[in-house]
């Protein structure tokens, strides 16, 4: 009989410092920088982020969204036997934010790693986790998407500081004789590495190049257009099904204006996307999850239901995840 993976459990967590488009625009004006509530929501749909405290990492994000999904799977961590964390703001160099989250939950023993695929992270590191729970390898996966985004942003730079937010999505995938994870489909183009990034490193101690985000986002707001419905429906074809069956989307949050250009390709109404884009800014590899969670909590996403879960970001990285729920 064919091994599946599915979602036993979803959960989330949001820093509690709520910081509004007004917060930003008063905060930034003390700089002499001009932006407006205005243009955030018209040109991104944001409305309001959540920033970290100083002393909150990734993986004290990634610890409460990950003790929600164990508690909604019914599960303790000492039946996790697989860790991977999706992040770009990893609380080290090394090591990973999932070691660190595995000691934090007290899930000692298991493999856990990391996956850097910037804001396509989680259906990158779902991806892997079921390819992992189908061939054997592992069993009960705890899947996070964690990042503190805010402590890379260059509050100088109105273009990108306006954008971004804080947060953790979690998900336990479980071995599963029914799907669960229907298909998948994931790429990238390292030609585009300039357009999104944290060019800086360390080196000798001390921080080599600028170690804030950087990004031209009007490319990346072209490749994701172009981009994200194609994965969807080569993700969609692998599991012999239509945009017709797809209940839910749950894309990448980052831009509602590109959230509305895919659905409208993918001929899907507004009211079958998950947006949380309003009130959570772009958390990367956070988003999805989040969104995931949040929307089964609402009540919206329910069992039995298709959904269709689309990542894009720095790489330039791209894929689609689609599954029962
Ligand atoms: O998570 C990874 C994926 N990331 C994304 O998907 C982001 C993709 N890109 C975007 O979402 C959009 O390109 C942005 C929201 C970043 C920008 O929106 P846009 O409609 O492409 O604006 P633009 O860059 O063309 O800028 C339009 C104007 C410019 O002024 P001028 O040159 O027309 O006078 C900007 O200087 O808006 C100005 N502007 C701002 N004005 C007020 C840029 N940022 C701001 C701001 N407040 N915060």
Redo the contacts with the bound molecule.
Sequence with gaps: MRRYSRIAGTGSSLPPRRVTNDDLVAQ?AQQGI???DE??VE??GIRSRHFAERDVASSDLALEASRRALEAAGRQPQDIDLIIVATSTPDMVFPSTACILQHKLGANGCPAFDVQA??SGFVYALTVADAMIQSGAASRALVVGAEVFSRILDFKD???????GDGAGAVVLEASETPGILASDLHADGSHVGI?CVPGNVYGGQILGDPLLK?D??A??KL?VGLLDKAARATLDKAGLTDADVDWLIP?Q??I??MQSTARKLKLPMDKVVVTVDQHG?T?AA?IPLALDHAVRAGQVKPGQTVLLEG???GFTWGAVLLKI
Aim: glycine residues 8%.
């Design positions: 930034l001009e932006t407006s243009w955030i040109r991104t910037v804001c109105r273009t990108t500081c306006v954008l971004f999104l990004m986002g009007q990346v707001f994701a990448h980052a831009n204006r590109i772009n990367s988003s894009v970001g720095g």
